[in-house]
T-cell receptor
Framework: GQNIDQPTEMTATEGAIVQINCTYQTSGFNGLFWYQQHAGEAPTFLSYNVLDGLEEKGRFSSFLSRSKGYSYLLLKELQMKDSASYLCAVRPMNTGFQKLVFGTGTRLLVSP | EAQVTQNPRYLITVTGKKLTVTCSQNMNHEYMSWYRQDPGLGLRQIYYSMNVEVTDKGDVPEGYKVSRKEKRNFPLILESPSPNQTSLYFC?????????????FGPGTRLTVL
């Protein structure tokens, strides 16, 4: 089976850096996604990691360690519009390449 | 504009009254999927489709049906809705069955079953 853990809620101030962690246990692994979801809206793709290491994309970076079953999303120079839920999703192996298993999400509140 | 659309966006109905939520994508994607999102449970997959006439159960298929007669459309059918199907529903699509492909989500349908 799959088990994905992320903190329920985090707070940070504008301009700061925040790291959102995600740990997972899966039977096989085909990559990990991070999505952003504003309240009441659709999730939108942020990043994809399948190999160990850091992927940087502007203010957002995502890190993966497959041996530790661990990922984090790093948000720099926080802006008010970054207040949203951040969803970690794992693509297990042997269940169909397109299957995604989502964590419950981390709600990030950015204050002035 | 490349997008996934869902209709209706909001629906209040009563127990037992059959309903259909439509999903359409204009990106010629092969793979489509339905999720429901509930507080504290995250997004859970209901059904998915790898291509026309190919569908399979996800993690929570009970009480739902789907069909894929055309590549662009993937309707979700609730034959006899019950209050525990009150939820926020998302349709998603991706290009094909490659593990690197990103899923694109529709805007969501908020369903309330009384």
């Amino acid at each position: 089976g799959q088990n994905i853990d992320q903190p329920t809620e985090m707070t940070a101030t504008e301009g700061a850096i925040v790291q959102i962690n995600c740990t997972y246990q899966t039977s096989g692994f085909n990559g990990l996604f991070w999505y952003q979801q504003h309240a009441g809206e659709a999730p939108t793709f942020l990043s994809y990691n399948v190999l160990d290491g850091l992927e940087e994309k502007g203010r957002f970076s995502s890190f993966l360690s497959r041996s530790k079953g661990y990922s984090y999303l790093l948000l720099k120079e926080l802006q008010m519009k970054d207040s949203a839920s951040y969803l970690c999703a794992v693509r297990p192996m042997n269940t169909g390449f397109q299957k995604l298993v989502f964590g419950t999400g981390t709600r990030l509140l950015v204050s002035p | 504009e490349a997008q996934v659309t869902q209709n209706p966006r909001y629906l209040i109905t009563v127990t037992g009254k059959k309903l259909t939520v439509t999903c359409s994508q204009n990106m010629n994607h092969e793979y489509m999927s339905w999720y429901r999102q509930d507080p504290g449970l995250g997004l859970r997959q209901i059904y998915y489709s790898m291509n026309v006439e190919v569908t399979d159960k996800g993690d929570v298929p009970e009480g739902y049906k789907v069909s894929r007669k055309e590549k662009r459309n993937f309707p979700l059918i609730l034959e006899s809705p019950s209050p525990n199907q009150t939820s926020l529903y998302f349709c998603a699509s991706s290009l094909n069955n490659n593990y690197r492909n990103t899923q694109y989500f529709g805007p969501g349908t908020r369903l309330t079953v009384l």
